[in-house]
């Protein structure tokens, strides 16, 4: 008897606890949709970026406004801005967690930044950024993304400076 439960024992002791397993995929799942939709942006890939990204779905800023992607689109610059600015972009993803149905994902883009940047044109500046998204997938496409960005510092590299505002006095 004793043989036996101890056979048991170890049997159960070796699957996964209940509930585990589905989780586990769905995260597994949750995170492709997210290196799939990285790898998108790296590449320029539109067509991908269009089938990852739900055209309805919110993007949240870090002032708290929400604005609907819109979409599909046509052109990468709308799709993507900061994909559009940055030639021969490099994207990492430093950290992906995922727990339910939200991935947070740190990464680091870099590349040479020619675009519009607050009002001044930039040619051929060579940055790095660091972004904080976390994305909300349903469906196998990320249907919200919060996200969060060095502003100040992308800024400063490409040649700007913060000045205080006037007092008034």
Known sequence: ???????????????????????????????????????????????????????????????????????????????????????????????????GDLVAVRSTWSGKYSGTFRGTAVTDKDVSVVYVNIYRIADAKIVDNWYLSDSLYLAEQLGMKLIPAETGK
């Open 1 to 99: 008897m004793r043989i036996v439960l101890v056979f048991v024992s170890m049997l159960f002791a070796s699957l996964p606890a209940l509930g585990q397993e589905p989780a586990t995929k769905q995260a597994d799942a949750n995170k492709s949709v997210v290196r799939r939709a990285f790898q998108a942006m790296e590449q320029g890939d539109l067509k991908t970026l269009n089938e990852v990204f739900d055209a309805k779905g919110p993007i949240h800023t870090p002032q708290g406004k929400i604005f609907q992607r819109g979409g599909p689109f046509a052109d990468l610059k709308s799709s993507c801005p900061m994909c559009a600015a940055l030639n021969n972009r490099k994207i990492t993803i430093d950290s992906l967690l995922s727990d």
